[in-house]
């Protein structure tokens, strides 16, 4: 039996390592269900309203760190997943979408439930956004909608008509002109923070008497660098909101989260330090940070666009967080005797 595209885009999405698929069921995605169905992994995990969905498939990957998967149907069911997908564009967590829509041939005749999706999503999914038109094109939408969401850490959509899923797919892509092979492969990019620039935020570091760190989820991954540094600056340490999971809040430099719903240490440690860590945040809320010329700041983040964005930054270290802070460390050992030994953080 020939599959439909329906199952080769499920197939797809196992290649890809999803586990899950939260969605809604509805007439402009019954076949892909019954791909599913048929399947029996990804797992569909049916929600009672099409934003739940999208939610879900966010909070999957915050907590799974691996791209979520959301499908509803073309219309009503697309814009329901709107306010789910924002939340994974502001956050910043890799989803993919995907959408039915109404039979290709009737696209532009104002048919029932017919909606501008690639209007709708163009913002909240502005990486990618693409209709699947043809069995060809299914596979390498996909691959590129997946690809793109793990590059960018953002949300994704793949649109597709019901008579497309329901076509046949062709065992063997034909190699000629406009057929284009893909693969169901990324590789996590790797940045390594320049050496001047660590040299030039270990300058600073050794230099400060009272160093605060403001962790943010950016620094995932990096619980042990992150404590090998307070413990050597003899510095404190608060989050941001998102970055709350990031580190264990027994520890007794561990003053709590920052912000609006933050702790009275965290209020503290910001308003009395006068040399700011910021490893991986991008926290809004300035009023809690130290005012501006208070402190001296150093800020690490994969993303050089974020970097003095909040905070007026003293040194620049462009990289991955856990290899930004070894390197701090490494050159800390290497400079001088930094903070060791000064006395307890402010809290």
Same mark, same amino acid.
């Given at each position: 039996?020939?599959?439909?595209?329906?199952?080769?885009?499920?197939?797809?999405?196992?290649?890809?390592?999803?586990?899950?698929?939260?969605?809604?069921?509805?007439?402009?995605?019954?076949?892909?269900?019954?791909?599913?169905?048929?399947?029996?992994?990804?797992?569909?995990?049916?929600?009672?309203?099409?934003?739940?969905?999208?939610?879900?498939?966010?909070?999957?990957?915050?907590?799974?760190?691996?791209?979520?998967?959301?499908?509803?149907?073309?219309?009503?069911?697309?814009?329901?997943?709107?306010? &789910?997908?924002?939340? #994974?564009?502001?956050?910043?967590?890799? !989803? =993919?979408?995907?959408? *039915?829509?109404? %039979?290709? +041939?009737? $696209?532009?005749?104002?048919?029932?439930?017919?909606?501008?999706?690639?209007?709708?999503?163009?913002?909240?999914?502005?990486?990618?956004?693409?209709?699947?038109?043809?069995?060809?094109?299914?596979?390498?939408?996909?691959?590129?909608?997946?690809?793109?969401?793990?590059?960018?850490?953002?949300?994704?959509?793949?649109?597709?008509?019901?008579?497309?899923?329901?076509?046949?797919?062709?065992?063997?892509?034909?190699?000629?002109?406009?057929?284009?092979?893909?693969?169901?492969?990324?590789?996590?990019?790797?940045?390594?923070?320049?050496?001047?620039?660590?040299?030039?935020?270990?300058?600073?570091?050794?230099?400060?008497?009272?160093?605060?760190?403001?962790?943010?989820? &950016?620094?995932?991954? #990096?619980?042990?660098?992150?404590?090998? !540094? =307070?413990?050597?600056? *003899?510095?404190? %340490?608060? +989050?941001? $909101?998102?970055?709350?999971?990031?580190?264990?809040?027994?520890?007794?430099?561990?003053?709590?989260?920052?912000?609006?719903?933050?702790?009275?240490?965290?209020?503290?440690?910001?308003?009395?330090?006068?040399?700011?860590?910021?490893?991986?945040?991008?926290?809004?809320?300035?009023?809690?940070?130290?005012?501006?010329?208070?402190?001296?700041?150093?800020?690490?983040?994969?993303?050089?666009?974020?970097?003095?964005?909040?905070?007026?930054?003293?040194?620049?270290?462009?990289?991955?967080?856990?290899?930004?802070?070894?390197?701090?460390?490494?050159?800390?050992?290497?400079?001088?005797?930094?903070?060791?030994?000064?006395?307890?953080?402010?809290?």
């Amino acid at each position: 039996m020939t599959d439909l595209v329906a199952d080769a885009l499920v197939a797809r999405l196992r290649d890809w390592g999803a586990d899950r698929v939260f969605g809604y069921a509805g007439d402009g995605v019954n076949t892909l269900l019954g791909a599913l169905q048929r399947s029996g992994a990804p797992e569909f995990i049916s929600t009672r309203h099409e934003e739940l969905a999208a939610f879900m498939a966010c909070g999957h990957a915050k907590y799974t760190g691996r791209v979520g998967v959301c499908m509803a149907t073309q219309g009503p069911g697309a814009i329901h997943l709107l306010a &789910g997908l924002y939340d #994974a564009k502001l956050d910043k967590r890799p !989803v =993919v979408a995907v959408v *039915g829509q109404v %039979v290709s +041939t009737a $696209l532009g005749s104002g048919y029932l439930q017919e909606v501008d999706l690639h209007t709708l999503f163009k913002d909240v999914c502005g990486q990618y956004v693409q209709t699947v038109f043809a069995p060809e094109q299914a596979l390498m939408a996909l691959d590129n909608a997946m690809r793109t969401a793990i590059a960018t850490s953002t949300p994704t959509c793949l649109i597709i008509p019901h008579d497309v899923q329901q076509a046949e797919m062709p065992d063997e892509l034909a190699h000629s002109h406009g057929v284009v092979p893909s693969a169901a492969v990324s590789a996590p990019t790797r940045i390594t923070a320049p050496d001047d620039q660590i040299r030039s935020a270990a300058d600073i570091l050794n230099a400060g008497r009272r160093v605060a760190l403001l962790v943010g989820r &950016g620094a995932a991954g #990096a619980a042990d660098e992150i404590a090998r !540094v =307070v413990e050597t600056l *003899g510095a404190g %340490v608060t +989050t941001s $909101l998102l970055g709350k999971p990031v580190l264990d809040e027994g520890q007794p430099w561990h003053t709590g989260v920052m912000g609006h719903l933050g702790t009275t240490a965290s209020a503290e440690l910001m308003a009395n330090c006068d040399t700011l860590l910021i490893v991986g945040s991008n926290d809004p809320w300035t009023e809690f940070y130290p005012a501006p010329g208070q402190a001296k700041a150093v800020q690490i983040d994969i993303q050089p666009r974020v970097i003095g964005a909040k905070y007026p930054v003293d040194a620049p270290v462009v990289g991955q967080a856990a290899q930004a802070l070894s390197a701090l460390s490494a050159a800390r050992t290497q400079t001088g005797p930094g903070l060791a030994g000064a006395g307890p953080p402010v809290a």
